[in-house]
């Protein structure tokens, strides 16, 4: 069976500080893993995946994730947060016919 | 634009009152699905669509009904909303059978069940 977790279900990093948000997958077949963002009152918007290509994914707004197969994660990091990064983040793996979701990981900048 | 809509944005009601949140795609995608988002929980399936007429229960499908009468439309059906029912609704859709390209989510629907 396939899920994610995400370690830690609140993150503060200060403006300018490395993003780091935490996403280990389990999964009997080769996953498709993602990264989602959630804006305050929106709809959940791609960031990222892993479609078992290039390891190191490059996604919009400068994020990035590396698939480590040996870890089974799927770590999602930034250089320099900005406050505009201000947002819930959601690590997903497929399924047979649908996506798993993470419980989310809510980042915070501080000024 | 490409997208997908969801209407209501918000509804309260009461207990028993049958409701209908709509869902419409105008990207020609074969994938639907139905979401819902709970504090702590993340979200949870709760019926997908992998073309008009085929329909199948997610991971929380219990009080819920959908339809596929058409590739856009994918409405969801809850016949007699309970409180537990309470949350936030998200329908996608994907271009791949299975869900597995990307998933394009339309913008939520509050419901709120007195």
């Known amino acids: 069976a396939q899920s994610v977790t995400q370690l830690g279900s609140h993150v503060s990093v200060s403006e300018g500080a490395l993003v780091l948000l935490r996403c280990n997958y389990s999964?009997?077949?080769?996953?498709?893993l993602f990264w989602y963002v959630q804006y305050p009152n929106q709809g959940l918007q791609l960031l990222l995946k892993?479609?078992?290509?290039?390891?190191l994914v490059k996604g919009i707004n400068g994020f990035e994730a590396e698939f480590k197969k040996s870890e089974t994660s799927f770590h999602l990091t930034k250089p320099s947060a900005h406050m505009s990064d201000a947002a819930e983040y959601f690590c997903?793996?497929?399924?047979?016919?649908?996506?798993?979701f993470g419980t989310g990981t809510r980042l915070t900048v501080i000024p | 634009e490409a997208q997908v809509t969801q209407n209501p944005r918000y509804l309260i009601t009461v207990t028993g009152k049958k409701l209908t949140v709509t869902c419409s795609q105008n990207?020609?995608?074969?994938?639907m699905s139905w979401y819902r988002q709970d504090p702590g929980l993340g979200l949870r399936q709760i019926y997908y669509?992998?073309?008009?007429?085929?329909?199948d229960k997610g991971d929380v499908p219990e009080g819920y009904k959908v339809s596929r009468k058409e590739k856009r439309n994918f409405p969801l059906i809850l016949e007699s909303p309970s409180p537990n029912q309470t949350s936030l609704y998200f329908c996608?859709?994907?271009?791949?059978?299975?869900?597995?390209?990307?998933?394009?989510f339309g913008p939520g629907t509050r419901l709120t069940v007195l």
């Open positions: 997903a793996v497929t399924g047979a016919n649908n996506l798993f």
């Open positions: 999964s009997s077949v080769p996953p498709y």
């Open positions: 892993y479609t078992s290509a290039a390891t």
């Open positions: 990207m020609n995608h074969e994938y």
């Open positions: 669509s992998m073309n008009v007429e085929v329909t």
């Open positions: 996608a859709s994907d271009s791949t059978s299975g869900g597995r390209r990307e998933q394009f």
